[in-house]
């Protein structure tokens, strides 16, 4: 989860980059534009192409730092196709709370309480899958194992 946070905290630089350069060419000047789900697209393709591409060469920088990578069952290097339907999966974690959140208006604090309770919950059903691993890895055929830094010898 640590590495999960710090990849939040990373995510912020590609966040701001992709929506000034969708903002400054659809010249969208609020975020209650009209647009304002297109730049939700958006955001969702640029955040695809981030964790397709750094999975299918096995780790995100959070990754790195944590020590951590990503492989497919057999231990072998992700291909762009698992990661792409590991990606798909991992909206898992949010799309129940959002499905729920929008036919009902809920508040910002209302919001942020359902999302974060079903974080937690999909994080603790983890507990139950045998080797206790992010049930959208095991729908997707992936894992994640302890990484040691590679030696440039």
């Known amino acids: ?3 999960w946070l710090y990849e939040g905290m990373l995510l912020f630089a590609v966040v701001f980059i992709a929506g ?4 400054t060419l659809s010249q969208m000047r609020s975020g209650m534009d009209s647009r304002r789900h297109l730049l939700q697209a958006f955001l969702f393709i640029v955040f695809g192409v981030y964790f397709v591409w750094f999975w ?22 992700l291909t762009q196709g698992r990661a792409l339907l590991r990606y798909l999966l991992s909206w898992i974690w949010f799309l129940p709370p959002l499905a729920a959140i929008s036919p009902f208006g809920l ?6 309480v359902l999302i974060f309770g079903w974080v937690i919950v999909w994080a603790l059903l983890a507990r139950f899958q045998p080797e206790q691993q992010f049930w959208h890895d095991v729908w997707a055929g992936t894992r994640l194992v302890a990484s040691k830094p590679l030696s440039k010898s």
């Open 1 to 3: 989860m640590a590495c």
């Open 20 to 23: 000034w350069l969708f903002s």
């Open 56 to 77: 299918a060469h096995g780790q995100t920088l959070a990754m790195k730092t944590w020590g951590i990578r990503v492989v497919d069952r057999h231990g072998r290097a």
């Open 107 to 112: 508040g910002a604090g209302e919001s942020a």
